[in-house]
Every structure is written in C-alpha cells, then in structure tokens.
C-alpha cells in the first residue's frame, strides 16, 4: 500500500517562534530549536522527520507564512 | 458651444459646474446653506449622463472620508458643506494633505462658533488658510464672489487640486450660496478614462498592474527622517503654489489712497462703497483676494507704499486683517470692520468705517 | 525516504502566497492578524484579481498591512474604512473592494461608517478581526472586551455598570437589510483557517458578482502581547472565553436564505 511521506522548510529567519504549529501538528513532526534566529527567536524545527504526513496543518496555522510543506507517495 | 445664460443660486451653480467639469463623485451631507448643491444633483442625476457618483452620506465625517477614498484612486472627487459640517470634515481634509491627494471641498460659510447661524458668515478664514486640521498642511484656497465664480471655480480647483496633489477648498458664504444671479456655466468635458486617470495620477490605487509596485495611499510614515523629508516635500510645494497661484482683482485702485481689502460677498458690497466714496471725493479703492491661500501678500506689501491706510472688510471679528497686518508690516495702518452674527453691512456703512477708522 | 526527495517543486502542498512578500511582519509571535493576511492574500491570487483588488488598512495594530500583501491600498483615517470603501467600489464598479478593521476600529470610532456601508448595501467585504483588545495602542478596552476581562483601561475587569456591554456588532449588522453575507470565524486550528479561507472567498465573490450587498467575515482573534499569554494558550483561552460571548458560524447568507 502507498504510503504518505512529507516534509517541511521552515523559514527560520522569519519564524518567531509562537510554537502554534508545534500544537497544530497532529504527528509531532515539530519542535523549538534549541538556538536562536537574529531576531532572538526559537524556531520551528522538524524533530521527528518520519512522522510527517505533508497535511500542512503546520503551515496553515503559521501566522508568519514561515512553513513550506511538501508530500510524496511511496510504494 | 452657444453662450446659454442661466439664472441659478450659487449653490446651484456649483452642482452644475462640477457635473460640466468631469467631476467623477460627489458626497455630502445636507447642511444649511449649501444643501441645494446636493439637492441639485440629485435632481439632475448625472449618473444617468455623465456616470457622475452622487451619494448623500451618513455624515459629514463619512462624506469626506468617501472623498479621500475616490481621490486615492485618481478619481475626481469633492463634497460641499457648511461651517460646522467642515469642522467635522477636518480630519479628512488633514488626511488628504498629508497622503496629497487632489480634492475639492466647497464650505459655503455660516455663522459660529458652535452651532451658530445659519446667516452669511467668513469667520472660517482662520480654519480655512491656517490649517483647520491638525498637521503642517494648506489648502488652496479660492474664494467667489459671484454666482458665475462659483460656477468657474470648481474647474479651476479641480485643476489646481491636480496640478499640485493636494486639496482645494472653495470658501464661499451664505450670500453668494444663496443668492441667484446670471450665469454662464462652463462647457461639458468628458470624464476622464481610466486609461486617462492611470497616465495623469500614477499614483492612484487602482489595482496593481504586473510591472509596477503597489501604490500604497497614505499619511502615515513612522520613520522620523522620512517624516521630516515628506513634510519638507509639501513644504517646497506651498512654497511653488505660493509663487505661482495668487490670484486677486484690483478695482479702483489706480489712484487710490485708501485701500479695502476684501473678499467674497463682502467685496461686492464694498465695490459699491467705493463707488460711493469716489462720490464724496475719497479716493478709496478695493483689492480683493480670489486666492485666500495663496494670499496676496505682494500686491498687498506693494499698495503699502501707495496709500495712507487700508481697512479690511470682513464678515468676522477681524481675521484676514492678520494677513493684511503681515504684509503691510506696519508702514500704514490697517483697520478692521466687522459684522457678526450673520448681518451683512450696506455699502454706505463701509464707508462710514473708512471715515471713522482711517481718516 | 530521504527529506531532500520529498522536497522537489513536484511535491509542493502548500507556500505562503506570492503577493504576500517577504517583508518580515510587525505582529507580535502568534498574532492572528498574520493568518488571516495570508488568507487573503490566497483568495486574492486564487480568484485571479491581484490586478482589481484595493485594499484599505485601519489604523489599529493591522496600520501596516498594506506592507505585506503586494495589491494596491488606501490608509485609512480611524473608522473610516468603509467611506473610503463606499467610494472606492462606486466610482471602480469592477474593483474587488474590501476593508480591513479591528474591533476598535470597526465597532467604536467607526460605528457609524461601517453600519451605514452596510446598511446601504455597498458590494464590499469588510474582514472584522475581533480579539477584544486595542492591540497597537497598548492593550486598553475595546467595545468587544468581554465582560470582567482585565484591559490596560478595566484593569479590575470591564464593569458594565461603568462601560456597557461586549459589543457584538456582527449581530447588529445582521439586521440589516443591506447585508448579503456575515460569518464568524476563527484562525486558531487549520480546520478553522479552512473555513474562514472559504467565508473570505464567498465574500469577495458576492463583492465581484454584481449582485450587490454587504458582507462581513468577523474573525475571533487572538491578542497573546494585550492578554498577556502565550499564543498557545491565548487560543485555549479563546475558546474558552470569547467563543461562548461571539459564538462561530454564519449568521446570514441572504444567498442560502440563512
């Protein structure tokens, strides 16, 4: 069976980290970095890469426009 | 186009010219005693011809605000009021200064402070050419004297509004808004196209095409150094309007060795003044200021050196005369004659005032 | 699966918009205002009218709105959006016309303006973004300011006896005859961003299909800088406080006869 594979960019620049995608995502693809940006914001990070579906939830709720998602189908 | 003289009021005047100049929106708000030039138009419904807007708004506050919408987006927009409604218009027109946007507004003055009169007033000199809003802003400032200025100011506004971004104001009064007299209107121009609209005003929001940047209408700049250049920008372009505007009459002023200034409704009374001086052997003259801002400083500065004293004449308790005083900077004396309170003085009490207060 | 393969042009799902730029916001973490800027920005490219659409910003913390989304716009004075809107859509019949406002701005200095737009009908799309505090000047009472909420201005909580009732002006406005359409909606789940991303979509359609008619989408927000909470829990409280007092969902659809 086909599997769904996603994954995300996070403008990390942008980010200010608010953490609402974090709390959005419903496989606990996303995290806070531990660094900070040049605006001294954690940003969102993917911390558990294979859990992510690509459902953009992520990037619909960023208020910053900070998350580009991306979805494949593996065999 | 035959020359076709008309009977009308002032107001109605206006009504009629802004539809023959290609005005593209009228809003406004009744007040007494300028609410025939609503009337007009909507009796006229120049939707139906030209596709003039008309709209009455919920308020003066509104109608302005709908000006400065329609002048952001290159149209050719104004509204007409009274005293206290262009009180209330004032945060508009401040806006339309500082985002220097093109419009016309017509305050057709009554009687203050407050609610007032609605008797023939000019105590809004100060409001009008001092800046009425908040903010380092003027306004061009045309002030009719008869049913035909009215008539051929709102084009003339119109232009200079275009020529320079920025708002004129035509300051009439009740006498002139309500008294009926010939006119000839101006000839119909066509409404401009919007291809038209987008070459002469660049700037217009009109739905960003894909080769230009957005055009952003506003006021608001927080940056101080840019604040301060935006401001130093409209500075150098009261300084051109300043240098280039100032219109005024002169009548019987050759010879004359006392000088009226007047203007509005008040200039046509004291033009009969002088005639009724010259009768009595005073050589008493009239300089009328057509452009209340730009103010005729120069001429006026000039006639200092020609006559003994000027009076100003002035439905108000003595507001133009400051600018008089400024100009003639203290080589003759300058008077004041007032009435308040929305009576109108004859000609013969003008000249009494020349007698008592010059001679 | 590599994550350098999964990301290709190919497998796109979703950006943020191209007419929204790269200008970093002024909105503090998690302000609701940036979602619902995305969001119209979206409608905006979706339905091809980047070219015909004018936008008028308020004054209030969405001032500068006009930096973010790359359309033409038109700064208003406080409250006066919808005049300026009035306007805008009479003499450019075919511009999508739409204004932008806070609940400061659309429900107290701009009462009058906005009823009266709307009451006349105007083909306009008024995005009302209500999180029940003056966000910009620092955090003081609004009209929507729930009742016993602590404001820089009830700092002991709003006190009708002192300053009146939460002002829900999306149901005044219902009344109406003028108004077509008017929703309330949320951002703070994408299911919720969906639905709100369709309300603005039908509101600019009414604006663009001749019909005629007022719409207003009413957007519950999120103010975390002026509630003085995490935007995480600034969403929890949301739902918890200010969705009981302006409850979700249309509340006319002259089209749908709702």
């Given amino acids: ?75 | 186009m035959s020359e076709e003289v008309k009977l009308m009021k002032g107001n109605e005047a206006i009504a009629h010219a802004a539809i023959r100049c290609g005005c593209d929106g009228y809003f406004g708000y009744p007040i007494t005693p300028q609410s025939e030039v609503l009337e007009t138009l909507m009796e006229v419904e120049p939707w139906k011809t030209t596709g003039m807007v008309v709209l009455q708004a919920e308020s003066e506050v509104s109608a302005i605000n709908m000006v400065y919408g329609g002048a952001g987006s290159g149209k050719k927009v104004m509204t007409s009021s009274s005293s206290p409604g262009v009180s209330l218009k004032q945060e508009g027109v401040s806006y339309l200064a500082g985002a220097e946007l093109p419009a016309l507004i017509v305050n057709v003055m009554r009687g203050g402070p407050g609610l007032g009169t609605i008797q023939p007033s000019q105590a809004d000199y100060f409001q009008t050419v001092k800046g009425g809003g908040h903010g380092d802003y003027r306004l061009i400032a045309l002030a009719p004297a008869s049913v035909q200025e009215m008539a051929d100011f709102v084009g003339l506004a119109f232009d200079l509004a275009f020529k320079y971004r920025n708002p004129a104001i035509i300051l009439a009064d009740g006498v002139i808004g309500q008294m009926m007299e010939k006119v000839v209107l101006p000839d119909f121009k066509p409404r401009r196209t919007d291809e038209e609209i987008e070459k002469e005003c660049p700037w217009a929001a009109v739905g960003k095409p894909k080769n230009r940047k957005p055009n952003i209408i506003t006021s608001l700049e927080l940056q101080p150094d840019a604040m301060e250049q935006n401001n130093l920008r409209f500075q150098a372009k009261y300084k051109a309007i300043e240098e280039n505007e100032v219109r005024y009459e002169e009548i019987m002023c050759e010879d004359a060795e006392y000088l009226l200034v007047a203007f509005g409704s008040s200039a046509r009374i004291c033009q009969k003044a002088c005639q009724i001086a010259r009768e009595k052997g005073i050589k008493l003259g009239l300089l009328r200021p057509i452009t209340l801002w730009p103010f005729p400083t120069k001429a006026i500065a000039e006639y200092a050196n020609k006559v003994k004293a000027m009076l100003t004449v002035e439905l108000n308790a003595g507001q133009m005369v400051e600018d008089v005083r400024l100009a003639v900077n203290g080589k003759v004396p300058v008077e004041h004659y007032g009435r308040l309170g929305g009576i109108v003085y004859t000609p013969d009490e003008i000249v009494e005032a020349v007698k008592n207060k010059l001679m | 699966m590599a994550i350098e393969d999964i990301i290709k042009p190919e497998n796109l799902v979703y950006k943020k918009p191209d007419i929204m730029n790269d200008n970093s916001m002024h909105y503090c973490p998690g302000c609701s205002h940036g979602v619902i800027h995305k969001l119209i920005a979206e409608v905006i490219e979706e339905m091809g009218l980047v070219e015909n659409a004018i936008g008028i910003t308020p004054v209030g913390c969405a001032v500068f709105a006009y930096n973010y989304i790359d359309i033409d716009w038109e700064e208003a004075a406080h409250g006066r959006a919808p005049a300026m809107a009035t306007a805008i859509k009479r003499l450019r019949p075919n511009k999508l016309v739409f204004t932008y406002q806070g609940d400061g701005d659309l429900a107290a200095i701009g009462t009058a303006e906005t009823i009266h737009a709307c009451n006349r009908g105007e083909s306009i799309a008024i995005i009302f973004v209500n999180n029940g505090i003056y966000g910009m000047t620092g955090g003081q009472m609004a009209p929507t300011t729930l009742e016993g909420m602590k404001t820089a201005t009830c700092p002991y909580g709003r006190d009708v006896k002192l300053n009146g009732y939460p002002l829900k002006i999306t149901n005044l406005l219902k009344e109406l005859d003028g108004m077509r359409y008017v929703t309330r909606q949320s951002v703070h789940t994408a299911a919720a961003v969906r639905k709100t991303k369709k309300a603005i979509r039908k509101a600019f359609e009414n604006c663009m299909d001749g019909k005629g008619g007022a719409n207003i989408v009413e957007v519950v927000s999120t103010c975390s800088s002026g509630w003085k909470m995490t935007p995480e829990k600034s969403n929890k409280w949301m739902e918890e406080n200010m969705f009981p007092a302006y409850p979700l969902g249309d509340l006319k659809d002259k089209d749908a006869n709702i």
């Fill in chain 1, 1 to 75: 069976m086909a599997k769904i594979k996603g994954a995300i960019v996070v403008n990390q620049e942008r980010c200010k980290g608010c953490r609402l995608c974090v709390v959005a995502c419903p496989t606990n693809v996303l995290a806070m970095s531990k660094q900070v940006n040049a605006k001294g914001y954690n940003f969102a990070v993917m911390e558990n890469e294979d859990a992510c579906i690509g459902c953009a939830s992520c990037g619909i709720v960023c208020p910053d426009g900070c998350i580009t998602v991306y979805k494949t189908k593996i065999d």
